[in-house]
């Protein structure tokens, strides 16, 4: 039995989806307008990579964790991956709904390999611009199951059978973070966050012609050369700087192929 390809299939029909989760108006918080201004730059970023595009706005808890249970029971057979982007207030492994706050992980379990099939062997990617908080605890050791065909985008066979690959449940997975944990994310009420905006730019020019590893490797000089907070009130955030995180379980080379 041969290894796996080292690149993930991107040849599918469709890229997939990318789901994006905008929160500025809360209860409890204060108005976030620059979500708003990054909510309009990212549909146009990922548009460009042919996704196809799906914002919601303003979601309670419920909302925001009913919402990825819907999207993570749909059918992705078709699509090179899933994408989700969340635009809110932050703290340790939460981000806020407009009601309170949620467990990162809450969000992002439904789209695990026990868990939503039609993703099996393919990147599940999430991008989270908050105040720079990480979340990663997904506990000591991970569940394992059995994956056919995709992880190997050359669809070879075993005596006739597509070979079968035993991953962990929590593979595949890469969650791109604002800052590093313990940090603070910059962002403007005009023109929205330091992250996401230099994440769009890399995104449309470089897109199509870079691994992902390397689109965010370009993000985090971006950001960490590039961005500036500026808050003279106040002499702990004034002239500051921050630099992204990525966590990365992903098995393979992320490309987007033209579609």
């Given amino acids: 039995m041969s290894a796996p390809d080292p690149h ?5 029909k ?3 989806l990318a789901y994006i989760i ?8 204060p108005h976030q307008p620059g979500n708003d201004v990054d909510e309009e730059r990212l549909i146009k970023a990922f548009g460009t990579l042919s996704f196809d595009v799906t914002p919601v706005r303003n979601l309670t808890v419920k909302e925001m964790v009913d919402g990825v249970e819907k999207v993570s029971t749909m059918d992705h057979t078709n699509n090179d991956c899933f994408v989700c982007v969340i635009l809110s207030h932050g703290e340790e492994d939460k ?9 990162v992980t809450k969000l992002l379990a439904p789209f695990r390999g026990d868990r939503c099939g039609t993703l099996d062997g393919k990147p599940k990617l999430f991008f989270i611009q908050t105040c720079g908080k990480k979340f990663d605890d997904w506990g ?3 569940d394992a199951l059995d994956v056919k065909g995709d992880v190997d985008g050359d669809e070879e066979m075993d005596d006739g059978e597509p070979i079968t690959y035993r ?20 962002t403007n009420q005009r023109k929205g966050s330091c992250y996401i905006q230099a994440l769009c730019e890399v995104l449309e020019e470089h897109g199509m012609k870079l691994e992902l590893m390397a689109l965010l ?7 960490a050369f590039g961005c500036l907070s500026n808050v003279p009130p106040s002499p702990y955030t004034h002239g500051k700087r921050q630099i992204p995180c990525i966590t990365s379980m992903l098995t393979g080379e992320v490309r987007f192929q033209p579609k």
Avoid: C, W
Avoid at 97 to 103: A, K
């Fill in 140 to 142: 000591d050791f991970a």
């Fill in 217 to 223: 490797t370009q993000v985090n000089k971006k950001v």
């Fill in 22 to 29: 905008t929160n500025s108006d809360f209860d409890h918080l």
């Fill in 8 to 12: 993930y299939n991107m040849s599918h």
């Fill in 95 to 103: 981000v806020h709904g407009t009601d309170g706050p949620v467990e």
């Fill in 167 to 186: 991953v962990p449940i929590t593979a595949d997975f890469l969650i791109a973070y604002s800052s590093a944990k313990g940090s603070r994310a910059s």
């Fill in 14 to 16: 469709k890229r997939g």
